[in-house]
């Protein structure tokens, strides 16, 4: 018989009750982007931070900040369908108003999707629709544009297809390698990742068809 996976339970201080905007950050590394919404989050509350990597730096700096936390590993699900259920009621534990994927290299699955629809964003280290993927900035530079960039997304149900929030565009240089390059989109990533959260945790948005309006 295959045990029930543990429900994720939050680590670290309840959050306390406030009338601001939730958000959830779900992270599986580095946790840069992370760091700068911790920082520059205002008119809204980081109330929790999940990854699928226990060892993730992110879930550091958020118990650091003093962030709600919870862990969802694929490895202790008997499949993807039951991580993707796992994954849902860690993020219903902490219910949010909108949930960020910065830096979250998995796709997300249909039962998130319906109960936060149009709820979920992420960011990408490329200009959308071109490279997307797990190696947005690698694809570009091999192809050889000069111009790349940082796209903020709404999340459906494909890989990097969602309606498009943000974009900043970023110079590739002769002498990049894919570390540099993502070192400088990063740079620019951060500071709309922060922008768009807040305009969109406090203001609101619309979409019409592929458009979308922030508040
Ligand atoms: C960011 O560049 C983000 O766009 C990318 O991972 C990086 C996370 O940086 N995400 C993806 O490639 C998703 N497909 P960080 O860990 O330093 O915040």
Redesign the pocket.
Known sequence: MTEEPQVPTATGPESSATAQPRVTVV?S??????QALLDNAQGYTISSVLSDRADAL?LERARAAGVPTAVVELKDFPDRAAWNQGLLRAVDTFKPDLIVL????RIIGEPLLAAYDGRVI????ALLPSFP??H?VRDALAHGVKVTG?SVILVDAGT?TGPIVAQQAVEVLDDDTEESL?ER??VV?RALLVDVVERMAVGGWSVEGRRVRLG
């Open positions: 992270v590394g580095s946790g840069t982007l992370l992110g910065a830096g979250f290299m992420n960011t990408h280290p993927g797990a947005g940082c990097d993502h989109i990063k990533e």
